[in-house]
């Protein structure tokens, strides 16, 4: 299995793409991955099987989780476990997150 991962050649493949995630990491134990959200964009995604962590690289806005809104900034971390539904949204800047899963992304 790879052992290093450049994040700027997954963000601008993303840029290029019809999707606005990749998972990089996806074994049994761990997943990993970035997600580019450009201001307006909506994200889809629905609960996950594992619980999750969420690093913010870079952008704002917010992160629902339930019912709560916690506003996103740079160099925070989220965490959302898992079947927990929860979404970004809101960002005036281009948002770019690192995603773990304690799981297979699935």
Request: glycine residues 8%; hydrophobic residues 35%; negative net charge.
């Amino acid at each position: 299995m790879k052992q290093e991962f450049n994040i700027n050649e997954y963000i601008e493949k993303i840029k290029h793409s019809d999707v606005y995630f990749h998972t990089f990491i996806n074994k049994e134990s761990l997943a990993a991955g970035v997600l580019v959200l450009q201001p307006g964009e909506r994200d889809t995604q629905e609960p996950h099987e594992s619980d999750e962590l969420y690093f913010i690289l870079k952008g704002d806005g917010f992160l629902k989780i339930k019912d709560t809104d916690h506003s996103v900034s740079e160099n925070k971390m989220y965490f959302v476990g898992k079947n927990i539904e929860h979404f970004f949204h809101g960002n005036s800047k281009e948002l770019v997150v690192l995603y773990f899963f304690g799981g297979p992304d699935s």
